[in-house]
């Protein structure tokens, strides 16, 4: 039975020829049957494909064995299912473009990167040793580094989530001076792959804060190594068909619905179709407009 499966990676390393790179990878997924979002810049790779798990198997193969591509952070989750030409269910179709940017922080300047990746990032904290560090300072400040919304349904516990509805505001969030009194305390940054905090981390160093760290793969890879028992609180907001996932049968419900109050991790486009929020939603529910988009 074909086995429906999810991967979820990045590399940050200098790319000559991005473009290139794009014909090919382009290729290897509609070889393999494979749907999902790859963007490419001059600085790496940053990709979700989803499809049968031994199709997912060879293109990982293919694609490590490219030079640049070897230290490849990769993580894994379940597919909902597979059509009946054996393509993923959870994403429409496949796009590979090379951008500015493999995640759009609006600051492509300000990131410098070697064949080692990030160069200035915050100092990588698997979650064991995540875990050891908590147990060691008891002044410790997550700081979430993803859209506002997707902590709405999960969060590491007391965690500060900046207002922002898009990853390109954080650099005008930073410059505001609201979190300036973080600047003396160990600061954990952390996001749902690992990709965004790469970034992250690293503007933050450049603006002041003297301690800060990134959690290794982010909240998937936590999950996949404490799931419910740890830190982590609620589900994991993925921008694929899925919408969420848990890590277990006992994850919190932290979401309420946006018209009823009801307890949800179930996440729903604005019905503004020029918006881009992401409104959370139970199932009775119809579709609603967020508060930048009600109509007249």
Known sequence: MAVPKILLYYVFTPLADPDAVRLWQRDLC????????????????????????????????????????????????????????????????????????????????????????????????????????????DDIVFFDGRNRFEAEIGRFRDAVVPDVATTRDFVAELDSGRYDDLKGRPIVTYCTGGIRCEVLSGLMKSRGFGEVYQLDGGIARYGETFGDDGLWEGSLYVFDGRGSMDFSDRAAVLGRCVRCGAETNRMRNCADPSCREQLVMCVAEADVFCAKHIPA
């Open 30 to 137: 509609e070889s393999l049957g494979l749907r999902g979002r790859i963007l490419l810049s001059r600085d790496g790779l940053n990709g979700t494909v989803g499809g049968e798990l031994s199709a997912l198997k060879r293109y990982l193969r293919k694609t490590k064995d490219y030079p640049a591509f070897t230290n490849l952070d990769v993580k894994w989750s379940e597919g909902t299912g597979l059509d009946e030409n054996g393509r993923s269910l959870d994403f429409p179709r496949l796009s590979v473009k090379v951008r500015d940017e493999i995640v759009s922080f609006g600051a492509p300047g300000e990131l410098q990167v070697s064949e080692a990746g990030v160069v200035g990032g915050g100092i990588k904290l698997d979650p064991a040793a995540l875990h050891a560090l908590v147990e060691e300072r």
